[in-house]
């Protein structure tokens, strides 16, 4: 998922954590005796609409109003939900869910089984036109119905009374996560289509079927609540009546609120001046990620230097990792070794899969620049310009952009560095329309297996931003995903073969495996932090 600041769900680590005392509420004084809660966000959240969203920041309200049919709990794993039992098939290619009775939507309406197919058949329906459509793959006619080769009724999701059976083309060993998965939550279809274009648009367009309701959002506005959900199936369990929401775009700013007692949590990662300032607080907790910040090349043709093999190869070669890690986090993150980053997941050994498919990227300036000079001669030119973007409400971004701009022309003589900062959601419109040379992405990962990395970059894939086409490394995929599905050993080694061949042709750049940590108040217990999915859930905070 989109991120500057992502992650959730995974096995691989999540805790359970607090978050900071409250003195002045965000509306108007220490409401509810001081137990509401107050989170903030770095960027305003984009929709509300669950097939449509794509960022963390959006995701994180969604999850938090939303529920699924399974959810995660605070070691990593998915629990039931919304389903009263989950059972598959030996063969792994169908899952039978029946749904808990008396389930109803925020309006007291019934939530049925019928809510969970519709919600599964929207995301894939080409007129959605949802970037997530292809976390059904795998599906009976998930990916002919999203080519438009086939019609949204003949997908395997289908309903009997309050049994809902999946039934898949293939094993997929993330089955039960995409069950928690925030883009898969229910949706009802007739709310849907009578608000039409404005639906989840703002808060009042929207229904909820989990722990919480949203209340004051416009669409626009960077200040709203979450009241408790009395027609969510476990409500007696949510002990917060009210979460109040602000978004914060500065972090110098978002640390001094927390500071106040107006803010709950808060990062302290976002540069390596806050960081030193705050990291000896007695609040200062670690928060786990599994998050690879990487670049981007636009290799469409659009920037001549970037169809270029060599060229690209010397901006790998370039790139000094380990110094830029040190620059932009204040030596918080570790250098990237490839796309899929630690704590994501397990090999078959029991190791951590980045350590295992590491391809062997490294800083190496004198070839850098001796293949720099052969791809210039390659083309007829002598130098080269190009524009790195990222995102301007993001300190760590502008410190990345000014690093790359620094060294890659210091080690490579004739190039010209532009840099380009602009909103996330203009970089995230930028990066889907290819409006980019070279373009800084961080992905978090929506659950603990290498599919959530490697589904990126197979060829047509949406998320393909730089639209590379790459044989091998498509081949590498399929197999783990279809041949080697159930061998996890043999879809280790596929795995490690996809990024020795994103290695090969220099097809992204990894830079860094994000590490966070953040401010948080110990007497707020019972949110979880995840690594993968959902970043923070807030069902069961309280604030003692």
Do not use: C, H
Not at 82 to 102: E, H
Request: hydrophobic share 35%; no cysteine; net charge positive.
């Amino acid at each position: 998922m989109e991120t500057w600041k992502k992650v959730a769900i995974g096995a691989a680590a999540v805790v359970v954590v607090g978050a900071g005392t409250r003195a002045a509420g965000l509306w108007g004084g220490s409401a509810n005796g001081g137990k509401n809660l107050s989170f903030q966000l770095p960027t305003p959240i984009q929709t509300l609409d669950i097939s449509k969203n794509t960022d963390t920041y959006s995701g994180t309200i969604i999850g938090n109003s939303g529920a699924n049919l399974m959810r995660v709990d605070s070691k990593g794993k998915p629990q039931l939900e919304l389903a009263k039992s989950v059972k598959a098939s030996k063969d792994g290619m169908t899952y039978t869910v029946v749904l808990k009775d008396g389930l109803k939507w925020s309006d007291g309406s019934k939530l049925t089984a019928q809510d969970i197919v519709y919600t599964w058949q929207r995301i894939v329906n080409p007129k959605t036109a949802s970037q997530y459509a292809y976390l059904a793959s795998g599906v009976k006619n998930a990916d002919q119905i999203s080519a438009g080769k086939a019609a949204v009724n003949t997908l395997g999701v289908t309903a009997k009374g309050n049994t809902i059976t999946f039934q898949l083309e293939r094993p997929l060993p993330q089955f039960e996560y995409l069950l928690t998965f925030t883009n898969f939550m229910p949706q009802k279809e007739s709310y849907v289509d009578k608000q039409g274009k404005k639906y989840a648009t703002n808060s009042d367009t929207t229904l909820y079927s989990g722990p919480y309701k949203v209340q004051g959002w416009n669409g626009t506005n960077n200040t709203f609540k979450m009241v408790k959900n009395d027609n969510y199936w476990d409500a007696k369990n949510v002990k917060t009546k009210e979460i109040d929401v602000q978004v914060v775009q500065k972090p110098d700013t978002a640390v001094q609120l927390y500071k106040q007692g107006k803010i709950d949590r808060v990062s302290i990662a976002n540069t390596p001046e806050l960081y030193k300032a705050n990291k000896n607080n007695k609040d200062a907790v670690k928060a786990p990620e599994a998050t690879t910040a990487f670049l981007e090349y636009n290799q469409t043709g659009k920037n001549k230097f970037l169809s270029n093999a060599k060229i690209r190869e010397a901006l790998n070669l370039a790139t000094n990792r380990k110094e830029l890690t040190d620059q932009v986090t204040s030596g918080i993150s570790t250098p990237a070794s490839g796309l899929v980053p630690e704590d994501l997941a397990k090999t078959s050994s029991g190791g951590d899969l980045a350590k295992y498919v590491a391809p062997g990227y490294t800083f190496d300036a004198k070839k850098a620049a001796d293949l720099f000079k052969e791809g210039l001669q390659e083309l007829g030119e002598k130098s080269a310009s190009l524009t790195i973007t990222s995102d301007a409400d993001s300190p760590a971004a502008k410190s990345t952009l000014d690093y790359l701009q620094g060294s890659w022309e210091k080690a490579l003589p004739g190039l010209k560095i532009n840099e380009k900062l602009v909103p996330f959601q203009q970089r995230i419109k930028d990066s889907q329309t290819q409006n980019f040379d070279v373009v800084v992405t961080l992905w978090g990962g929506d659950y603990p297996e290498g599919s959530t990395y490697y589904d990126l970059f197979k060829d047509g894939a949406s998320y393909n931003n730089g639209q590379f086409k790459n044989e091998t490394y498509t081949s590498a995929v399929k197999k783990a995903e279809t041949t080697d599905v159930l061998d996890q050993s043999a879809r280790d080694k596929d795995y490690k073969a996809a990024e020795a061949a994103l290695f090969k042709d220099s097809n992204i750049n990894p830079l860094y495996f994000r590490s966070g940590y953040s401010l948080q108040n110990p007497k707020v217990t019972g949110m979880v932090i995840n690594t993968t999915g959902l970043n923070q859930d807030w069902k069961l905070a309280v604030k003692k």
